[in-house]
């Protein structure tokens, strides 16, 4: 009996060849599963598969322990570094190549990236590192992968707006961090230095909104999951929301930016000081040299609206963004 396949499968059978790891066969073979017509014709083909990917979780099972549990991190750059995870084929590399303008592979199949990569991002007057990784399926999450979100200080969780499975990876990557405790919040928690477990800002980008079939995931994600993650709607391809999107990963970072300056000269606007939001000038004296932190007397203060104008503030004035600050020994 003819298996009467459709050409979809052979498109994502060629992949295959191209398959290097046991994690990213397994993922190839589980997608042509959900392809192949279920008939007498296809029984021997579903079977076959079956079994090969039976065979590779047990190889992957009996991987000698080191190579579990490798380290890997990333030395961080720039104002605050954030982590682009999500499922494969999200565009999650296409994102990070139209948010940094660095060539990233992107490519029509899955495990695409393998490693962790960080790229710098400009944000106005300042650049943020994004890390991008390979991707977490039910099957498989890089061992340090994990390990390198708790690092980072926050996360973006990149989904394809126009697959039908993306509600189920989002719980998928949900779940995998869960168990190696890191809990994904929202953008604007306030999380407590020694919080255990890890507790880790986070925003969802609904990536591809160019595509038709991409309207309808932030509701699903609405019925499956409630308002847990705040969300944003882009396309990585057509660039439409990624002006929207750098702003919210700034915020997401809860840093202040902070202009110091000497008196009677003007302040130099292409290089803050990043400090914590709720940091105060003497966390800015700290930062600025040690002569400032140990003799401080006072300060004068302006700010971006303009309505505050050289006030002169003590120690423990709090620091908003793009203020500007005149330290007095
Ligand atoms: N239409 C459309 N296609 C996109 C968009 N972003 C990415 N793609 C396509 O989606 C596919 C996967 O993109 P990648 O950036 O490689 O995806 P990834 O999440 O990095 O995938 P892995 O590295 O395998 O985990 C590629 O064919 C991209 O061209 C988008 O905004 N719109
Ligand atoms: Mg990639």
């Known amino acids: 009996m003819p298996a009467n396949l459709p050409p979809e499968y052979f498109e994502v059978e060629k992949t295959l060849r191209q398959a290097r790891t046991a994690e990213e066969k397994i993922s190839i073979m589980e997608k042509l599963l959900s392809i192949i017509p279920r008939h007498k014709g296809t029984e021997k083909l579903v079977a076959l598969y079956r079994s090969k990917i039976a065979k590779l979780k047990e190889e992957i099972e009996q991987r000698p322990a080191v190579r579990k549990g490798q380290l890997f991190r990333i030395e961080k750059s720039g104002a605050g570094q954030v982590i682009v995870i999500g499922p494969p084929n999200a565009g999650k590399s296409a994102l990070i190549r139209a948010l940094t303008g660095v060539e990233v592979e992107v490519a029509d199949f899955p495990f695409t990236t393998r490693m962790a990569a960080p790229y710098m991002m400009p944000f106005e007057n300042i650049k943020v590192q994004l890390i991008d990784t390979p991707p977490i399926t039910a099957d498989f999450m890089e061992s340090w992968l994990a390990e390198m979100v708790k690092m980072a200080e926050a996360v973006l969780v990149v989904l394809d707006a126009s697959s ?90 809860q840093i202040v930016r902070v202009y110091s300056k000497v008196p009677g000269k003007k302040a130099d606007y292409q290089s803050p000081f990043i400090l914590k939001r709720g940091s105060n000038i003497m966390d800015l004296a700290r930062q600025v040299h040690k002569d400032f932190s140990e003799k401080l007397n006072y300060a004068r203060v302006w700010n971006k609206e303009g309505t505050v104008n050289g006030l002169r503030v003590t120690r423990d004035y709090l620091l908003n963004d793009e203020d500007t600050v005149e330290l007095h020994i």
Do not use: C, W, Y
Not at 175 to 194: A, C, F, H, Q, W
Not at 224 to 241: C, H, P, W, Y
């Open 164 to 253: 039908p499975d993306s509600s189920a990876q989002l719980e998928v990557i949900l779940n995998r961090l869960k168990e190696r405790k890191v809990e994904l919040v929202p953008g604007e928690t306030v999380i407590p230095p020694d919080r255990f477990p890890f507790l880790k800002r986070t925003l969802l980008v609904l990536n591809k909104s160019d595509l038709a079939e991409a309207g309808t995931l932030a509701e699903e994600l609405e019925v499956f999951f409630g308002k847990i993650l705040d969300r944003i709607s882009v396309s990585a391809a057509t660039a439409e929301g990624l002006e929207t999107l750098r702003g919210h990963i700034f915020r997401l970072l």
